[in-house]
C-alpha cells in the first residue's frame, strides 16, 4: 500500500559564527563554544517528532527532518537557546535529503604510519542549501522560498539583509518566524516593562553582540540587521496605541527599537539601521486599526500614524531618500505616506 | 571559600523553551545583582564576591540527571560550586550534595511561588518552586545570598565558626533555624534558606526597602553566630590586611591596636583612597576630613584610617565611597 501522504523532506545547513575569534582569543573558550552548540542541537533535536539525522563536522552541522512544522520548533529553539547564550550562527533550509554515503573507515593500526579515513559524501541538495548558507549574509535562518507551501508560509516572514558595507542595498529572503515566547506580547504601558523582560533582555543580548562587532570590525554589526528586522516582522502591532501623550499595548520591539533611548542610540550606531525605523513606523501604518482597515488610511489612525512618524523626523531619520528599502518589506504606498507625513510635519516645524 | 555558582536549567520541553527566561538568567548580573552590588558597597560597605553563573539548558530527554550532569563536566571539581536545577517537571533522580557542591537547590516551575523545605527525593537538597516570571528573581535571591557569604569578612567569620572540621552544610542548617527561630520562616526542615529571598517578600528585587531588610537578617545572623566564633581581634586585623585593597594601604600595628579598641558588634571600617577627585574636589576633601576628624581615627597624609561603630554607616560615608574618596567595610567584631 502507498502511502498517500506526500514524503516530507528537510535539510537545514548551520554554521557557528565567530568561532575563528574564538580560537584566537582563547584556546579553552573554542572547545567550549562548540561543545554548548553541539549539545544544544542534539538536545533539542532528541525533541523533533519525525526522522532525524544529524551529521557534524568542525564548527558545522547538517540536519535533515522529516516533518517542516517539527523543523520549525527545533529551529525556533535553537535560534532561542543558542542567540541568549550570545552564540550566534547562520543556517539555510530547504527541501531535499543529505543523501550521505559514509565513507568506509581505513583504519590501520600497529602500523609505523597508522592510516585513517572516515567522512561521508551528500547530495545536490546538500551542496545547494550549503551554498544558501554562503551567500546569506544575516544571523538565524535562511528558507527557500520556492519549497514552501501555503500553509508554510505563515511560519515565515519577510526579511533582508544588506550587501554592502554602506548598508545601501539590501537582498529579501524568508526567514523563520519568531513565536510568541520569543518575541513577547503586547506592553500596556511603558510601567509594565517588566512584563517583557525576557524578551527585552533577548533583543539586549543581540544588540549588544551586534555593537561589539563593531568594535572588532568597522560595520560588522549589518550582519545583525537581518535578525532584528524578523523581529520586527514576527511582531504584532495590531494593538499599538498612542494615548495621552504616552505609548499603549506597543511589541517589545517597538520599545528596545523606538521608546529606550539607550538601546535606541545602540541601534543607531549600526550602519543601515534606518531600514529597523522605517520598518516600525511602516508596520504601524500599514496594519489594520480598529475598523480594520489599515491605520494610513483611516483619519481616526492619524493621531498614531503621525506620533510614528513625528519620531522618525525628530530622529532626523527623514532627510535622506527612500527609494533604497527592500520592496518586499515596505510597500511602495505606505512608504509614499510616510514620505507625505514625514515632510508635512518638517513644514510645520516638527 | 572560591568562586563558581553555576545554574543548571534543566527540564525545559520543546514547548515551553521560549517561555524559559533564558535570556534574562544569562544577563542576571547584569538586570539584578550588579546594581545591588554597587548599592550595599556603598550603603552598607558589603562587597558581594565570589559567584559566577554558567546556565546549562536541559531537555526533559534526559530524566537520568545524574548520566545526564556527567556528560557535562559537572563532576569536574571547579572550586565551590552552588547547583541550581530549575525544571518543569519532576526528576527521576537528583544529584548527591558533596563536599564541593554543599548546596542544591530544586526549582520547580508551576503556577504559583511555592514552599521552601526539603526536596522528596533527598533531604539535602533544598526545594521550591517559582513561576516562569519569578524564577529570574529566585535565582537573584540565592546569588546575592551566597555572593554575601563569599564577601572577604563574613567568609572568614564563617570559617572561624564551622571550625577546622565544619561544613557549609552546618552554616546553612543554622541560617535555617536562626530564620525560624526570628519568625521569617514557618518550618525549619529545609537545608538552606536565602536571606534575601526572606527579606524580599513582596518587594521588587535590589529595592532600597529589599537590600535593608536583607543586610539586617545578615547582621542579626552574623551577631549571633560571632558571638560562638573564636576570632581573636589579631586574625581580624590579618584578615583585613590579607583583602587586595588594603594589602599595601594600612599598617599593621595601628590597625591592629584600633581593632583591640574596639566593642563587639558591627563597625565600619574607613580607608582613606588615593583619590585625585578627594584631593582636588574641596567641597569632598571637607566632608572627608569632617569623616575622618570624628571617628577613632589612625594614619597620617593618605593613609588615614579609622572604625565607626554601630549599624549604620558614618555620616558621608556613602557619599565618599560612592565618589571612590574611601574604602567601607562592614566589620563584624566578636567578643576580645
Request: charged share 20%; hydrophobic share 40%.
Amino acid at each position: 500500500m502507498t502511502n498517500q501522504r506526500e514524503k516530507e523532506s528537510w535539510i537545514v545547513f548551520l554554521d557557528l559564527l565567530g568561532t575563528k575569534d574564538s580560537a584566537k582569543i582563547s584556546s579553552s573558550q573554542y572547545p567550549l563554544k562548540i561543545e554548548t552548540f553541539s549539545h544544544t542541537l542534539l538536545e533539542h533535536a532528541q525533541n523533533i517528532q519525525a526522522d532525524v539525522k544529524v551529521r557534524f563536522f568542525a564548527d558545522s552541522v547538517y540536519l535533515q527532518c522529516g516533518s517542516f512544522s517539527e523543523l520549525v520548533d527545533f529551529v525556533a529553539a535553537v535560534r532561542w537557546t543558542l542567540f541568549s547564550e550570545q552564540i550566534f550562527f547562520k543556517a539555510a533550509i530547504a527541501r531535499g535529503e543529505l543523501e550521505d554515503r559514509p565513507i568506509v573507515q581505513h583504519v590501520t593500526e600497529g602500523r609505523l604510519h597508522p592510516f585513517d579515513v572516515s567522512g561521508s559524501f551528500f547530495g545536490p541538495a546538500a551542496v545547494g542549501v550549503y551554498y544558501a548558507q554562503e551567500s546569506f549574509k544575516g544571523i538565524g535562518f535562511t528558507i527557500e522560498k520556492n519549497a514552501l507551501k501555503a500553509d508554510q508560509v505563515d511560519r515565515t516572514c519577510h526579511s533582508a539583509f544588506p550587501v554592502d558595507d554602506e548598508a545601501s542595498n539590501w537582498v529579501a529572503f524568508r526567514d523563520i518566524r519568531h513565536g510568541g515566547g520569543e518575541i513577547g506580547g503586547p506592553i500596556p504601558s511603558v510601567e509594565e516593562i517588566e512584563e517583557q523582560e525576557n524578551t527585552i533582555a533577548f533583543l539586549d543580548t543581540i544588540l549588544e553582540a551586534a555593537l561589539r562587532a563593531n568594535t572588532k570590525r568597522k560595520n560588522l554589526a549589518r550582519y545583525y540587521l537581518s535578525q532584528f528586522i524578523s523581529c520586527i516582522q514576527s511582531s504584532n502591532f495590531e494593538d499599538i496605541d498612542f494615548h495621552d501623550r504616552q505609548w499603549r499595548n506597543f511589541p517589545p520591539i517597538f520599545y528596545h527599537v523606538f521608546m529606550n533611548q539607550s538601546t535606541r542610540k545602540g541601534y543607531q550606531a549600526i550602519r543601515g539601521s534606518r531600514l529597523l525605523f522605517f520598518l516600525i513606523a511602516a508596520k504601524v501604518l500599514e496594519t489594520n486599526g480598529a475598523r480594520s482597515v489599515p491605520r494610513y488610511k483611516d483619519t481616526a489612525c492619524n493621531a498614531v500614524c503621525n506620533e510614528v512618524v513625528r519620531a522618525l523626523v525628530s530622529q532626523k531619520l527623514t532627510t535622506e531618500p527612500f527609494s533604497k528599502f527592500p520592496g518586499d518589506l515596505i510597500a511602495s504606498d505606505v512608504l509614499e505616506d510616510l514620505g507625505r507625513r514625514s515632510v508635512s510635519l518638517r513644514m510645520r516645524g516638527h | 571559600m572560591s568562586t563558581g555558582a553555576r545554574i543548571l536549567l534543566a527540564a525545559v520541553g520543546q514547548n515551553n523553551v521560549t517561555n524559559f527566561p533564558i535570556p534574562v538568567i544569562q544577563k542576571l548580573w547584569e538586570l539584578r545583582l550588579l546594581s545591588a552590588k554597587k548599592n550595599l558597597a556603598v550603603t552598607a560597605g558589603i562587597r558581594l564576591s565570589g559567584v559566577s553563573i554558567h546556565p546549562i539548558l536541559g531537555s526533559p530527554q534526559h530524566r537520568n540527571f545524574s548520566e545526564w550532569s556527567a556528560a557535562r563536566g559537572f563532576p569536574i571539581p571547579c572550586g565551590q560550586s552552588y547547583r541550581f536545577i530549575v525544571s518543569d517537571n519532576g526528576w527521576d533522580t537528583l544529584p548527591t550534595v558533596v563536599t564541593n557542591n554543599p548546596l542544591l537547590v530544586a526549582i520547580d516551575l508551576q503556577k504559583a511561588d511555592g514552599y521552601l523545605g526539603p526536596h522528596p527525593l533527598d533531604v539535602d537538597v533544598a526545594h521550591t518552586g517559582a513561576t516562569v516570571k519569578t524564577v529570574a528573581n529566585h535565582l537573584a535571591d540565592f546569588l546575592l545570598d551566597i555572593s554575601f557569604a563569599n564577601s572577604y569578612l563574613p567568609a572568614q567569620i564563617i570559617q572561624g565558626t564551622l571550625g577546622p572540621t565544619g561544613t557549609l552544610k552546618e552554616l546553612f542548617r543554622k541560617k535555617v533555624i536562626f530564620a525560624h527561630q526570628a519568625g521569617h520562616l514557618a518550618e525549619e526542615t529545609a537545608p538552606y534558606v536565602s536571606f534575601s529571598a526572606l527579606a524580599r517578600k513582596s518587594d521588587k528585587f535590589g529595592t532600597e526597602a529589599h537590600l535593608d531588610a536583607f543586610v539586617r537578617l545578615w547582621d542579626e545572623f552574623m551577631l549571633r553566630v560571632i558571638s560562638g566564633a573564636q576570632i581573636s581581634r589579631e586574625q581580624m586585623a590579618r584578615t583585613i590586611l590579607n583583602y587586595p585593597s588594603y594589602r599595601n594601604q594600612l599598617p599593621e600595628r595601628p590597625l591592629l591596636r584600633i581593632l583591640e579598641d574596639a566593642p563587639q558588634g558591627i563597625c565600619h571600617l574607613v580607608v582613606q583612597k588615593r583619590s585625585m577627585e578627594a584631593r582636588t574636589n574641596p567641597k569632598l576633601r571637607n566632608k572627608l576630613d569632617a569623616l575622618l576628624t570624628g571617628l577613632d581615627s589612625r594614619g597620617s597624609g593618605g593613609r588615614k584610617f579609622g572604625l565607626s561603630f554601630g549599624d549604620d554607616p558614618p555620616l558621608h560615608a556613602a557619599e565618599l565611597a560612592a565618589s571612590d574618596a574611601i574604602y567601607l567595610t562592614r566589620v563584624y567584631l566578636g567578643a576580645k
